[in-house]
């Protein structure tokens, strides 16, 4: 029996999104947005030059931060999605230091849609060939050799691992401040 990667892929990544991801995401305040759950946080902030970007360090600190949910969504958006669409389907000029992130809940998620489509739209045009070809200089070196199929499915993982750390830290905030953090749960008394 052949194995239908594409389909597969894709398959995986439209019942995240459909199920788990987009429907944790509703009623997203700009409150649990930059919400920072203990002392430290690194979050989204806005540059002297009006963009916004994240906080980080190199080499990152063991153990790193926490993040507020801006942080993750923004790596979601930026990092995994737009600048990987840019590298593999477009010019290559996009990175993490020129691309504005997400300033705000609301554009959070009108990116984070856009983005999600956009990759799986592309993803669904490759072939079983295109899938087995390496990745090349679109990526860090390390990446070079391995089929786009293996970065593809990493990247669903980080898309899914830090959605589900999203729907973690909206948990947690309903828990803090019993206010609704999406349609699924009831305030906590």
Known sequence: MALNWNGEIQAQMRFYWDFSLWPRLEGLTDA?????PVPGCWTVRQLPDGRHAPD?????????????IAWRLGHIVVDVLEA??????GDRTASRDNIDWPSSAAEARQRLRRAY??????VQELDDDDLAEPVGGAEA????DFPLVVLILHLNREFIHHGAEVALLRDLYRARFGESAGPWSEPVA
Do not use: D
């Not at 600190?61 to 507020?68: A, D, G, L, R, S």
């Open 32 to 36: 649990e947005f930059y919400w920072e």
């Open 56 to 68: 980080g360090a190199y080499p990152e600190p063991v153990p790193p931060p926490v993040t507020t």
């Open 84 to 89: 990987r669409i840019n590298w593999h389907f």
């Open 117 to 122: 489509l956009t990759w799986s739209e592309h």
């Open 141 to 144: 070196p390390q990446w070079a």
